[in-house]
């Protein structure tokens, strides 16, 4: 059902429609009691479209990191105090390209999920491994409760989940 | 209706819920807001009061707006249902369960207060039917749907139009092509049953292969064989059947 911005390059993902109207409700919502807050929020979804809807390329593996970095921050502002995150420091990440969105859209895919199933706290972490990532989703406050590890490469063909 | 509108707003987004809650918040026709950010949680606000309208999130976890709105319809007295979304897509879904209307967040001010109308006119209306058979109600009750689905030539999806933005209607096969403010589009329905469903909100059929919007009309000029032409507002020429001239000049001169 979800209406998407189709991506400028084959096999780049689209962007979210539904994502993007919600942010800007996050942004709006901040506009009188909190400006600043406004104005990162709408900073940071500019950054988040630029980096997809610059035209047809190739990305590092850090550039993409950072889309997928401003991408948590946006979800982090859409549901405070809800995710907590990890993410591999740029030296660590192999020396390769992807299309725009690659790594964003398989977290999104996973953190939206988890979102959507689980109500409360949703602890994500993201590490370099093997010339990909390895995402590891759980619940802080559910210790005992089973989490999902994904396997996301930086070609989509190199998707999929480990555990 | 005695006073302001209560209105239940849900949606899981905490910031989105902030941010509607305030815009209902601060509108001339809204006496009380509540939230909920679940549907189980707005079924325990409307087991424990009476809200004139939810302003409902489509996409939530466990029981999904459009659920929670289908689950409303079996109530004997359910409130209106105006749905909140981040998915333009879900707008058909919403008109097939009757919503009052569809925003798409984040909501202007001049769209939510177009929203808030409708709800008025809607409690205005079940209030006139309660009040008996020849009060407002019956009038409201006998107006037909205020919006269409179209099939969108971009993109192959479902469109919503509303009636009033439509200009005329032409017999296409079984299929009707509608000319409105925003273009023209393929309804799946028969002029014939059009008529039917259109004809409380103003349209009359003034040709075999023709439905118009007389509030769309300029002008009827009459032609030499006894037909007319209806002109509408862009200067289009709807021809008018022999038949059907009389009855419709008394209907424009009412």
Not at chain 1, 125 to 150: I, K, S
Not at chain 2, 14 to 37: G, N, W, Y
Not at chain 2, 88 to 97: H, L, M, Q, S
Request: glycine share 8%; charged share 25%.
């Amino acid at each position: 059902m979800d209406q998407r911005i189709p991506g400028d390059l084959a096999g780049a993902p689209p962007v979210s429609v539904h994502f993007v109207n919600n942010v800007l409700a996050t942004a709006a919502s901040y506009i009188e009691e909190d400006p600043d807050t406004a104005r990162d929020v709408l900073a940071e979804l500019g950054a988040f479209l630029t980096h997809r809807l610059r035209g047809p390329r190739t990305v590092s593996s850090a550039d993409e990191l950072e889309h997928v970095a401003v991408y948590v921050r946006l979800e982090q502002a859409r549901f405070p105090g809800r995710i907590d995150a990890e993410l591999p420091p740029p030296g660590e990440l192999p020396a390769t390209t992807a299309v725009p969105g690659a790594v964003q859209a398989s977290v999104s895919e996973a953190l939206g999920r988890w979102l959507g199933q689980h109500p409360g706290r949703v602890r994500m972490a993201l590490r370099a491994r093997n010339g990909g990532l390895d995402l590891q989703l759980d619940r802080p406050d559910e210790p005992g409760e089973p989490g999902e590890r994904l396997r996301i490469g930086f070609q989509p063909d190199n998707t999929g989940t480990l555990a | 209706m005695s006073s302001g509108l209560a209105i239940l707003a849900v949606d899981d987004e905490p910031r989105a819920l902030t941010d509607i809650k305030r815009l209902l918040e601060t509108s001339a026709s809204v006496e009380r807001v509540a939230t909920a950010t679940s549907a189980k949680e707005a079924l325990v606000f409307l087991s424990g009061g009476r809200y004139d309208a939810l302003f409902l999130d489509v996409a939530m976890p466990e029981i999904e707006g459009m659920a929670l709105a289908r689950l409303l319809r079996r109530f004997a007295d359910p409130p209106a249902v105006v749905f909140l979304t981040g998915h333009p897509d879900a707008a058909v879904e919403a008109f097939e369960v009757q919503a009052l209307d569809f925003l798409v967040k984040p909501v202007s001010r001049e769209r939510l207060e177009s929203a808030l109308s409708r709800v008025e006119q809607h409690v205005r209306g079940a209030e006139a039917a309660k009040a008996g058979p020849t009060g407002d109600g019956a009038a409201d009750a006998a107006t037909g749907p205020d919006v269409v689905a179209v099939d969108n030539p971009k993109g192959g999806g479902k469109r919503l139009v509303r009636l009033e933005t439509i200009s005329f209607a032409q017999a296409n096969g079984d299929y009707a092509r509608i000319v409105c403010d925003d273009g023209r589009f393929l309804l799946r329905t028969p002029l014939s049953q059009l008529e039917k469903d259109w004809g409380a909100s103003g349209f009359a059929r003034v040709h075999r292969a023709y439905l118009v919007n007389l509030k769309h009309a300029v002008e009827l000029r009459a032609q030499l064989n006894g037909t007319a032409v209806l002109i509408m507002r862009d200067d289009t020429e709807i021809p008018v059947a022999r038949r059907n001239v009389a009855a419709l000049r008394r209907r424009l001169h009412a």
